[in-house]
């Protein structure tokens, strides 16, 4: 019993996530460009985190009613690199010499 009732809940919440996932796309694809989406798409395969902090980014400017045109490829590089480099780690590699 208990066993069907985690099952069950699980299906709501992969259910759940399917829905805001499909609202999310469909929100990107009103507001970008079918050329901006697939350099979206390419930038999702290699770095996922960033191209989820440029999704986020994108749809509260559409939210909040800030965009004013569609985004092209063009501004979405623009945004990519402001991204980027707001979330951005540095790495500092040191080397001890031995004694």
């Known amino acids: 019993m208990e066993a069907l009732l985690r099952k069950q809940e ?3 919440r992969r259910g759940e996530e399917a829905a805001r996932e499909a609202q999310r796309q469909e ?4 507001v970008m460009t079918p050329e901006a989406r697939a350099r979206l798409a390419n930038v999702k395969l290699v770095k996922p985190e960033l191209a989820r ?12 009613g800030q965009l004013k045109e569609l985004i092209d490829e063009e501004v ?7 991204v980027d480099v707001r979330t951005r780690r540095e790495y500092k590699i040191t080397f001890k010499e031995k004694r």
């Open 10 to 12: 699980e299906a709501r």
């Open 27 to 30: 929100i990107l694809r009103r």
């Open 53 to 64: 902090a440029v999704e986020d980014y994108i749809i509260n400017l559409a939210l909040s």
């Open 76 to 82: 979405l590089k623009e945004i990519l690199y402001a």
